[in-house]
């Protein structure tokens, strides 16, 4: 079995509304921060765990109907916080990275594909195909934005199918070891996105990344779920709520593998401050 190395990272952030994270509370504005893992594995080479936002956002916004996503959801990001100048400034280059796993089709989790020429893209079968040919309000209505994805996408992307998994892990139900060593294993955490995928990796820990099956940590750690207004933008909400009470279970029984909700401050920073 092939242990990997693995930093956290975020490409920007958006502003969101805590009450809308967690039912129930007080209205604050938070940063919900566009998380990226990058896994760096010894035999494959550079691999990315989503992408969170580059400045292509704003370009791609501008026009109706995706004006209506910029107003919706404020985004803040630098260039030198784009996944491609930060793995850069680490000597790391776009070239370098062989895989994107891809969680799910929403703007923060795929701004950067068209970073990394060489990259294989990875995602859920379910997952593109819930996006592929939509355009316009029907796109938006998804979170999808078309002209973040690579003109070549296709014809370099691998399509996954829990079909024929053989695998399983407890809570996770059926797995795909991706590179057939238990480096990294994929599961579904459908609901939030259709085909949304997570990612459980064999670190120096093991860490489990969730994508948006929970913002924050409260979400998994006390099955605390956001306000029912956000039902309007998920795929299905029993899918969501079932996702998360699986995390939730994981969590009870396996303590000692870290967590990550995509969008966590709380997380990111305890990550950054151990990197």
Same mark, same amino acid.
């Given at each position: ?18 009450? $809308? ?26 691999? %990315? ?16 109907? @995706? ?19 930060? +793995?850069?400034?680490? *000597? ?22 068209? /970073? ?14 819930? !996006?592929?040919?939509?355009? *316009? ?10 002209? %973040?994805?690579?003109? /070549? ?6 399509? %996954?199918? @829990? ?18 060593? *238990? ?5 579904? %955490? ?7 995928? *997570? ?7 093991? !860490?489990? +990344? ?13 099955? $605390? ?8 933008? @998920? ?41």
């Amino acid at each position: 079995m092939h242990k990997v190395s693995l930093n956290i990272a975020s490409a920007g952030y958006c502003e969101a509304n805590r009450a $809308h994270a967690l039912r129930k509370t007080s209205r604050k504005t938070i940063r919900f921060y566009a998380t990226y893992a990058h896994i760096q594995h010894p035999v494959h080479g550079h691999i %990315l765990y989503d992408t969170g936002y580059t400045q292509r956002f704003y370009e791609y916004t501008k026009y109706f109907p @995706f004006s209506i996503y910029a107003k919706a959801t404020i985004v803040h990001i630098r260039q030198e916080e784009e996944a491609k100048y930060f +793995l850069l400034q680490k *000597g790391i280059h776009p070239e370098d990275i062989k895989y994107i796993i891809i969680s799910h089709f929403h703007a923060d989790h795929i701004g950067g594909l068209q /970073d990394f020429p060489n990259a294989e893209f990875i995602c859920s079968d379910a997952a593109y195909e819930d !996006v592929k040919d939509k355009q *316009g309000l029907s796109a938006l209505r998804r979170g999808f934005i078309p002209n %973040l994805m690579p003109t /070549d996408f296709q014809s370099r992307a691998r399509r %996954l199918s @829990f079909d024929s998994a053989t695998k399983e892990v407890r809570y996770l139900g059926k797995v795909i070891d991706l590179f057939m060593d *238990g480096s990294i294993l994929l599961c579904q %955490l459908g609901g939030h996105a259709k085909g949304q995928i *997570g990612a459980l990796i064999n670190a120096d820990k093991k !860490v489990l +990344l969730v994508a948006d099956t929970a913002w924050l940590k409260q979400n998994y750690i006390d099955l $605390h779920l956001p306000s029912p207004i956000v039902r309007l933008f @998920f795929d299905s909400w029993k899918g969501y709520k079932a996702s998360l009470y699986r995390i939730h279970e994981y969590h009870k029984t396996n303590p000692d593998t870290l967590i990550v909700p995509c969008h966590c401050e709380d997380t990111l920073r305890q990550l950054t401050n151990q990197q």
